[in-house]
């Protein structure tokens, strides 16, 4: 579905112009995403090495689902609130303008178009690190800019530094199209790879047209029992056992298992990617665990091939910022092909 954008109005310039308070889509307990509501909250003040963001764009991922509803557990011991979320308002991507900057901060001014991750970004203004932002590609819009920090970098990280995907090279993409899975179908069809895509019928447009030869629907065909092999494999969505994977990974293969979705409530799905850099020791493939972080030295690579023209955000649907909770439950129960975007502004 693609919804309207909505409208809001913030000043721009020192920290003294801005309003007192803010609109936010905010999760004050652990709950399911169609609990996030909106709520008025008071607009944060940038710290040393931050800056200030009116927001204008803002992307969903599955973290935010993760973050919203508490699982898997484990999240929850690593510093994101043991009995609620620390950080009551949702979202991470952003792209926005800087409005205020902080002590120690030399990469930006006000007035900057910037896009990366922010600390709750389905906000009209978000507090982001210095480190975490890079300058926004010209020419890029504020919706396709807050479809990629994480998706993106993420897809970056597991296709060229990760599995290393070379020219002439058989890759196949699980959960070809979802976030992770767009970016890295076109990153590996840029590389020069012979790229298959998994993904449901639905959505196999989707990934031909990002450059795959051929998508598979997973639910008529197990590729696990296909009668061939890959040189990469890109796990993105899938709870496929590192066993039944390795069937069609070649003998000196590379398998990269990205995050952690599914799986039980305690650490979800990321036992893989625990497992995998073990089971590595003992063959000659290569099984990796990714799990990115989203740097600016990350986002200024990102920036140079959207500049190039090798990668593109294939946003599907845009919510405003009242509905960042329907955004989020329609990604989660798989409604979305590609990329979903809360939109703050309505002039991009």
């Known amino acids: 579905m693609t919804a309207h954008h909505s409208t809001t109005t913030a000043a721009t310039g020192s920290a003294s112009e801005h309003p007192a308070t803010m609109a936010a889509a905010v999760q004050r307990h652990y709950a399911a995403p169609e609990e996030i509501h909106l709520d008025s909250v008071a607009v944060p003040q940038p710290g040393k090495g931050e800056v200030l963001i009116e927001v204008h764009a803002a992307g969903v991922d ?15 011991a690593l510093g994101f609130g043991l009995r609620r979320p620390k950080q009551p308002v949702m979202g991470s991507d952003v792209a926005g303008v800087v409005t205020a900057v902080g002590p120690d901060v030399d990469a930006f001014e006000v007035g900057d178009e910037a896009f990366g991750t922010a600390d709750g970004s ?11 932002l890079a300058h926004k590609p ?25 599995a290393r995907v070379e020219a002439g090279q058989r890759v196949l993409v699980l959960g070809a199209s979802g976030g992770v899975g767009s970016f890295a179908v076109q990153l590996a069809v840029a590389a020069g790879a012979h790229v298959t895509g998994v993904a449901s019928e639905a959505k196999a447009a989707l990934v031909t047209a990002l450059g ?5 629907d997973y639910r008529t065909t197990d590729v696990t029992e296909l009668d061939e092999s890959f040189d990469v494999i ?10 039944r994977l390795r069937r069609v990974l070649s003998p000196t293969g590379a398998l990269v298992v990205v995050g952690g979705e599914g799986g039980g409530s305690l650490i979800g799905g990321s036992g893989r990617a625990l497992v995998a850099p073990l089971v590595s020791l003992f063959t000659g493939q290569r099984l990796l665990g990714l799990m990115s972080a989203t740097t600016a ?27 960042a909770g329907q955004a989020v439950t329609d990604l989660a129960a798989g409604r979305v092909a590609g990329k979903a975007v809360v939109t703050i502004r309505n002039r991009d």
């Open 212 to 216: 795959a030869e051929r998508s598979i």
């Open 297 to 323: 030295a990350h986002l200024e690579r990102l920036s140079a091939l959207v500049q190039a023209g090798v990668v593109r955000a294939a946003v599907d649907s845009t919510y405003p910022l009242d509905a």
């Open 138 to 162: 010209s020419g890029l819009s504020m919706v396709d800019a807050a479809a990629m920090p994480v998706s993106a970098v993420t897809a970056m990280e597991a296709v060229h530094d990760a």
């Open 122 to 132: 389905y906000a009209q203004f978000a507090i982001a690190r210095a480190d975490r």
């Open 234 to 243: 890109i796990d993105a969505g899938s709870l496929t056992s590192l066993r």
């Open 62 to 76: 599955r973290g935010v689902w993760h973050l919203a509803t508490g699982r898997p557990f484990v999240i929850r």
